[in-house]
């Protein structure tokens, strides 16, 4: 049990530094939530069930879809530029 902690625990600062370095918004999201669910798995280890149920509700729930929303309407989340070339290259032949 202890060398699965100190992994959570790994994970845990891999989490937290690597949402500092990350460039794009949706991946910095996902990483948070990521930390979250460790979190509360680490909570649970520690045998503080509502503590755990609470950071896997608020942290990678609520907090997540919130982030996710704002993303959306700031248009944060991007399409994948190849996808927009196609779709400007399909608009122009129907408008012709």
């Known amino acids: 049990m202890d060398i699965f902690m100190i992994i959570l625990l790994v994970l845990l600062i891999v989490c937290a530094i690597s949402v500092t370095f990350s460039k794009n918004l949706l991946n910095s999201v996902i990483i948070f939530m990521s930390y979250s669910l460790i979190m509360s798995v680490i909570w649970m280890l520690l045998e503080s ?48």
């Open 49 to 96: 069930p509502d503590l755990a149920i609470t950071e896997a509700a608020v942290g990678a729930g609520v907090t997540s879809i919130l982030f996710f929303v704002t993303l959306k309407k700031i248009q944060g989340i991007i399409k994948n530029p190849e996808n927009e070339k196609k779709e400007e290259e399909v608009s122009d032949e129907k408008s012709e």
